[in-house]
């Protein structure tokens, strides 16, 4: 029998390989974690400490915040953010968030483990990223890199800052941080001018679709884009998937998810630039008052504030209501006025149009001075060194440019091909406004605009432009010859014509003002004399009182100009602001007391501690009587006179299809209405002065250039120019009752010695002359 053979086996030893595998583990999990600790001590670049993640360095826009709480507008540069607490964040926005970006958000402690391994284990799947990784990244590095190495330094330093975030604050704080400091495109960075933007509400108001909506550009706010002209559709397909997200994790229903992925974006676009939005001429003085304030008020440790970085929140006094009442009257009646200037200034009636009464030569000095004082000759003088020479050949080529046009009443822009000679003259054959409202008794200033369009006109005729204030200047003189003589609103004087002699008063020449139309006759009370500006009786009481002491008045009544002590001042030849002016006929409605208008009432920087506090400013000038008899016979004028037009009385001297549609009238007013119209000569400047007990308002209308104007009074004048604007804006205010405008009458003083009731002197006189008509028969 043969022998079996016998097998070896070879069992192969492991053990070694074994060993090396966990050696290799143990080493590549050291590695991992020094690798985090050389990450988390600064090796591979600056890590953030303590300090800075309990106070990351974010640019915070300074907010300008009206009296009724309401934002204005912002200073900022690059990031237009102002941020909110958790609180008021919706719920729905933020389970809009979880549901798309972390859904274990509450779960994790920074880093989403099993997101992680589903990423690593299946590249592309999502996931990896919590809200905390992410908000690491907007805040310490930005986008990641393309580089691999860096991109993996750079997730590791995530994790670590996630962390770190993660122990310094609680859940509801990362998330109001995250939603701050991103940038939805379109300047606005943050959810507050995100949801002021593109919804223009604010962020607790958010509903649920347009909660989706911000949220699903998380993913990519440069490609999800919801702007008409940009990526609306991108937009409304990534805001169903957040939708989707929300009933997955059953933060809404189905039938409401159905329902609202059906729906449009519903955008209520509304862009924040220094040049858009409300109270833009406001905004412009606030600026640089807010650089003097900076200057002379440094922080702490001795550096400068920074308007548009630092976060502060000024407090004005400014009413978004009533600027809002008073931007939509000069909206609405502007366009109305322009087309009747400009139908009356057509080539074929006005050769010269915009200008009127001025020779060629005339005409071709004023444009050589506008082009000498223009910012493209500037910038081309002094940024670009170019020739006298060159820039005035520039004026003479056409260049695209956009420019400005009422459209169906509204401000609209058209592109165009025009000289810069030829834009010039086009500007000018606009006409500009400013207007002011304040409450007498505080000085707050409610309302400010400087003009139509601040992208196209910026200078502002608030409190930069000066200009002939026409009859508005009378009631300075009658004040001072109350004041001064005690008159009454009753007393009478002849109007006739009068002069003053040449060298009274220094007066180089014989003065001899003649009234309107050259109208004159018989006696007139000083009531019905201010109402019907007649400028005899104006003459009359200057005369009799000096002009330096109704120099000296004025100059008590806050107006800085500089106003030389001649007769013809009676008549309104000086320049003064709006802002000037509405201060000065404060004082009459505040019982002879003068308070300086105000418009910042506190300054505070991003954590709530008051900077700045305003003081009142006021001062006695005119006692309580004098005040109360100007106001009274100021109130002649809304009654019988100029301003009969508020309560549905005045001259019935317009062209029949545009007497209502430019000028409103009639506006019906029945309460007691103090006010004053001014016309100045050729009917350049049209003003209209207006008071009731709380509120006094200041309207001026005119062209950029004095040879531009309306050819007659019919429109020219300031009852026409200028006091719709104050009709339209006081009834928009009279109609919000929150408000509280006055409908009242004006205090009088407790113990009134001057008698204002010129009907009772009527009536005397009227019972006289009977007496005297019976004596004569009897006789």
């Known amino acids: 029998m043969a022998k079996a053979k016998k097998e070896t086996i070879n069992v192969q030893d492991f053990s070694k390989y074994i060993r090396w595998m966990w050696i290799l583990f143990v080493a590549g999990l050291l590695s991992v974690v020094f690798l985090f600790l050389l990450a988390s001590w600064g090796a591979f670049g600056e890590m953030p400490d303590h300090t800075v993640l309990e106070n990351p360095k974010t640019n915070l826009a300074t907010e300008i915040i009206s009296s009724d709480g309401k934002t204005l507008g912002k200073f900022y540069f690059n990031d237009n953010r102002t941020p909110v607490s958790y609180d008021e964040l919706p ?73 770190r975030l993660e122990r310094q604050y609680t859940k509801e704080e990362i998330i109001a941080q995250y939603f701050n400091i991103y940038d939805f495109g379109n300047n606005a960075d943050g959810i507050r001018s995100a949801s002021r933007i593109y919804f ?105 504030w920074n308007l548009y970085n630092d976060g502060l929140k000024i407090y004005t006094t400014i009413d978004s209501r009533m600027q809002t009442y008073a931007e939509d009257a000069v909206q609405q009646h502007m366009p109305r006025l322009q087309a009747e200037f400009f139908h009356q200034n057509t080539p074929e009636r006005n050769p010269t149009a915009p200008f009127l009464d001025l020779t060629p030569e ?90 139509m369009n601040y992208r196209h006109f910026q200078y502002d005729m608030v ?11 009378k009631p300075f003189v009658y004040a001072t010859a109350i004041d001064q003589l005690h008159f009454s609103p009753c007393d009478e004087f002849p109007d006739t014509p009068f002069c003053i002699e ?36 104006t003459a009359r009481l200057i005369d009799k009182v000096g002009p330096q002491t109704v120099v000296d008045l004025v100059k008590k009544l806050g107006v ?23 201060g000065a006929y404060s004082t009459f409605a505040n019982q002879g007391v003068y308070t300086k208008p105000v418009m910042v009432l506190n300054i505070e920087d991003k954590n709530g501690t008051v900077l700045y506090q305003f003081k009142p400013e006021t001062r006695d000038v005119l006692n309580a009587e004098t005040a109360y008899v100007t106001v009274k016979l100021m109130e002649g004028v809304t009654q019988s006179g100029s301003g009969g037009r508020l309560r549905g009385k005045g001259r019935d ?24 119209t001014g016309t100045t000569q050729n009917q350049s400047d049209g003003w209209f002065m207006g008071m009731v007990p709380n509120l006094v308002t200041g309207v001026w209308v005119g062209a950029e250039d004095r040879a531009a104007h309306f050819k007659t009074i019919t429109y020219g004048q300031g009852a026409a120019m200028a006091l719709p604007i104050w009709g339209i804006y006081m009834k928009s205010c009279y109609a919000d009752k929150e408000l509280d405008v006055s409908k009242e009458d004006f205090v009088a003083p407790d113990n009134l010695s001057i008698n204002v009731d010129c009907s009772a002197v009527s009536q005397d006189q009227n019972n006289d002359d009977e007496e005297d008509r019976l004596d004569e028969l009897e006789f």
């Open 91 to 163: 719920q729905h926005l933020v389970n809009a968030l979880i549901a798309t970006e972390d859904a274990r958000f509450h779960e994790h402690s920074g880093v989403d483990a099993r997101g992680t391994l589903r990423a690593v284990i299946k590249p592309g799947s999502g996931g990896a990223s919590t809200i905390s990784q992410q908000l690491a990244k907007q805040l310490f590095h930005g986008e990641g890199s393309k580089n691999i190495i860096e991109r993996v330094l750079q997730k590791i330093k995530e994790w670590i800052i996630a962390i």
């Open 200 to 304: 223009n509400k604010e962020p607790k108001e958010l509903d649920v679709k347009e909660s989706a909506m911000l949220v699903g550009m998380f993913k990519n706010s440069s490609l999800y884009n919801p702007r008409p002209e940009r990526n609306p559709i991108g937009v409304k397909n990534r805001r169903n998937v957040v939708l989707s997200q929300m009933y997955k994790y059953d933060f809404i229903s189905e039938k409401e998810k159905d329902s609202l992925q059906k729906t449009e974006l519903d955008l209520r676009y509304s862009p924040e630039s220094h040049r858009e939005g409300i109270a833009t001429y406001f905004r412009g003085y606030l600026d640089g008052f807010m650089k003097d304030w900076i200057k002379n008020n440094p922080k702490p440790d001795g550096t400068k």
């Open 362 to 451: 005339e005409e071709q000095a004023l444009m050589r001075r506008s082009m000498r004082q223009s910012e493209r000759w500037r910038h081309m003088k002094y940024d670009l060194k170019k020739s006298n020479k060159e820039i005035e050949e520039s004026f003479k080529k056409p260049i695209k440019m956009t420019v400005f046009k009422w459209v169906d009443g509204k401000p609209s822009e058209v592109d165009t091909l025009m000289k810069p000679m030829d834009s010039m003259r086009y500007y000018k054959s606009f006409l500009r406004t400013g207007m002011m409202s304040m409450d007498p008794k505080t000085g707050h200033v409610k309302a400010w605009v400087g003009g």
């Open 463 to 473: 409190k930069q432009g000066r200009r002939q204030t026409g009859s508005t200047f």
């Open 502 to 537: 040449a060298g009274k008063f220094g007066n180089p020449e014989e003065w001899c003002p003649k009234n309107s139309g050259n109208e004159y006759g018989g006696k007139r009370t000083l009531k019905d004399a201010l109402a019907n500006s007649v400028n005899t009786v």
């Open 560 to 582: 800085e100009a500089d106003i030389p002590a001649v007769p013809s001042i009676a008549l309104g030849t000086t320049d003064i602001s709006v802002y000037d002016m509405v």
């Open 653 to 676: 001297s317009y062209r029949a299809d545009y007497r209502e549609i430019v000028t409103g009238y009639p506006y019906e007013f029945t309460n007691p209405i103090a006010g004053k």
